[in-house]
């Protein structure tokens, strides 16, 4: 019932929306993984980042890919939570550490070969401007050394649908994926990995300003 | 309800000789592709995959009724527009002004629906071009205004005014319109259009020597540009009688109207995208790029083709 809501949803709002009204122009799809376990992490410019993330991937896989998402946000209400837990499928993540291990959610989605979306600026912030990562990748990477992680660089979702709009403007948007990263020994280094990969991806698009 | 006319049959006769011309083009591809197998010949094999698509959705969208065309050329302007906009640097508090500016596509596409001349004169170069920096102004901000309402405003008109010059023809009388009616008159404008830039660039792979406009476009040359021209007014001598309700000389000469006018279009937007420092304005057509790169010469050969067979042809002065 749960997956068949899920289908529906992105297969009549979703898509159609991204193909009509935004308009995708996706780089590096092939890098892209066939199956999990995976980490896809991606910067973070509205809300429909996660969805649009999600429309990369066959429908049939559509019940695998689980964003990370802050359980203070999107459960809130009742009918948030609900959208959430069922349609989107987030593994709600609490912010300011209570847990002994606050990825153990991450990990244990991983060990069922799941797909994590992961977006370590952790908040939209202002659109269509990078922010720096949090660690927490790196931790989730070092206690699964082999899952592979794949840097998506996206751009312009931020202008069609901002944190504080409601009112969504047709813009293309392009997703930039790049070949995946793996565990390095140490969070340092991955961490300047990763940011060097997402650079490096940023830099392949011509973006003119947005103030 | 009335039952609309129907769809004269030589337009489907021209649809026809459009398909001939694009089998041929992918037997010449196929065997290239096996001679000389490689990047360059594989985009071209793209190309002419990407045509067989538009072609068809195309062809589909002219001959199942006036809405649909209509419709459907709305909905190719709003695709050109929306890369326009998301090409150039915009301001975040204009974002609801973008919006309007959005909604100006049906109301124009109903003008031209409507053939209400005046209307469709008026409703973007006077009405909205006064409505957007009014709309601007009233949103407090006037830091990057004039930059802001100027790429507006020559983007509505570059895309949204110029294309829906499309919908127009396809909207022009009966009486005036000739043989094969509004539909016909758009079908030759647009598959000579096309055929002109195809013309050109293989022209100009050929014979290509002298450059025409080395700083915008280094890959045109006098040779593509002369050999396309003589191709389009022998085609359009061709087909005009037809699907114009012009003799085959005048025909020509629209051939050579349309030839022109393309290749200016070509290079104009050529020039926005070098000045934006991109190479393609999308990638939404494998092979050719984004839309405005497909429609870049039907951006100034719609409204010149259109605005001449108004002056011209449909009064009757000629």
């Known amino acids: 019932m749960k997956r068949a809501l899920q289908f529906l949803f992105f297969f009549l709002v979703v898509r159609p929306v991204l193909l009509v009204i935004l308009g995708m122009n996706v780089r590096g799809r092939e890098h892209l993984p066939e199956k999990g376990p ?163 991806l940023a830099d392949e698009g011509r973006f003119q300003p947005w103030e | 309800m009335p039952i609309p006319d129907a769809l004269p049959d030589t337009v489907f006769y021209a649809i026809a000789v459009i398909y001939a011309l694009l089998i041929a083009a992918s037997v010449i591809v196929a065997v290239m592709k096996r001679k000389k197998p490689g990047a360059a010949t594989e985009e071209l094999s793209r190309r002419v995959t990407s045509w067989w698509f538009m072609i068809t959705i195309f062809s589909v969208a002219i001959v199942t009724n006036r809405v649909v065309s209509t419709v459907f050329l709305g909905f190719v302007t709003f695709l050109a527009f929306k890369e326009y906009l998301s090409l150039i640097p915009t301001r975040r508090v204009d974002r609801v002004i973008l919006l309007f500016a959005y909604w100006a596509i049906p109301v124009q596409f109903v003008f031209a629906h409507l053939n209400s001349y005046g209307l469709f004169l008026t409703f973007i170069p006077v009405w909205m071009f006064l409505f957007l920096p009014m709309a601007m102004t009233l949103m407090g901000k006037t830091e990057g205004f004039l930059r802001a309402v100027g790429t507006l405003s020559w983007g509505l008109m570059i895309t949204v005014f110029a294309l829906s010059h499309t919908a127009m023809l396809l909207a022009a009388d009966k009486d005036v319109a000739g043989p094969a009616g509004g539909a016909g008159l758009l079908l030759f404008l647009v598959a000579l259009t096309q055929f002109n830039d195809v013309a050109q660039f293989t022209w100009g792979r050929l014979f290509g020597r002298h450059k025409i406009a080395p700083q915008v476009s280094p890959k045109k040359t006098w040779e593509g540009f002369l050999g396309g021209l003589g191709s389009t007014m022998i085609g359009a001598a061709i087909a005009g009688p037809f699907l114009t309700p012009m003799p085959f000389y005048y025909a020509g000469v629209a051939g050579a109207i349309i030839a022109v006018a393309g290749f200016l279009g070509d290079i104009t937007i050529s020039s926005f995208k070098r000045d934006l420092g991109v190479k393609d304005s999308g990638g939404l057509i494998p092979g050719h790029g984004g839309i405005l790169d497909r429609v870049d010469s039907l951006i100034y050969a719609a409204p010149v083709f259109y605005h001449a067979m108004h002056f011209f042809v449909f009064s009757g002065r000629i």
Not at chain 1, 69 to 92: E, G, M, Q, S, V
Not at chain 1, 110 to 138: C, H, M, T, W, Y
Not at chain 1, 163 to 172: E, H, M, T
């Open chain 1, 38 to 200: 995976a980490v896809l992490v991606a910067n973070h410019n509205s809300h429909l980042d996660t969805l649009t993330l999600m429309a990369l991937f066959p429908l049939k896989d559509l019940h695998r890919l689980r964003p990370a998402a802050a359980a203070d946000y999107f459960l809130a209400n009742r009918w948030l939570k609900w959208f959430a837990l069922n349609i989107i499928n987030i593994i709600p993540l609490a912010r300011g550490g209570v847990r002994k291990n606050p990825l153990a959610d991450l990990e244990a989605a991983l060990d069922r070969n799941e797909i994590l979306i992961l977006f370590p600026e952790g908040s939209r912030g202002e659109p269509e401007q990078r922010a720096d990562f949090k660690r927490g990748v790196a931790y989730l990477a070092k206690a699964r050394p082999d899952v592979p992680v794949y840097p998506v660089f996206m751009h312009g979702l931020g202008k069609a649908l901002p944190k504080g709009s409601l009112i969504l403007v047709p813009f293309n948007c392009d997703v930039f994926a790049g070949p995946a990263i793996r565990w390095t020994g140490d969070a340092q280094s991955f961490m300047g990995e990763l940011e060097l990969r997402m650079t490096e």
